[in-house]
């Protein structure tokens, strides 16, 4: 049997393998919070109540 790169580094699987579950994660939220500043931002810039347009028309932050 041929061992692979990482046969007799178990520590080094183990480091990958936490990297690559931080970085799925990661990239999980991040693509999140893409998505709720996106949704705010046309909420913002597209309002479903008409009292807010003329806030943002102004250009001014809605509360």
């Known amino acids: 049997m ?3 790169p990482f046969a007799f580094r178990p520590g ?3 480091i990958l ?3 690559r579950l931080f970085a799925v994660f990661g ?3 991040y693509l ?3 998505g ?4 705010r931002q046309r ?3 597209y309002p479903r109540d008409p009292a807010k347009a003329d ?3 102004a250009g001014l932050v809605a509360g």
Not at 36 to 39: D, G, H, M, N, T
């Open 2 to 4: 041929i061992a692979g």
């Open 12 to 14: 080094l699987v183990m």
């Open 17 to 19: 393998r936490l990297l």
């Open 27 to 29: 990239l999980t939220g």
């Open 32 to 34: 999140g919070l893409l």
């Open 36 to 39: 709720l500043l996106y949704l």
């Open 43 to 45: 909420e913002l810039m």
């Open 55 to 57: 806030i943002a028309m």
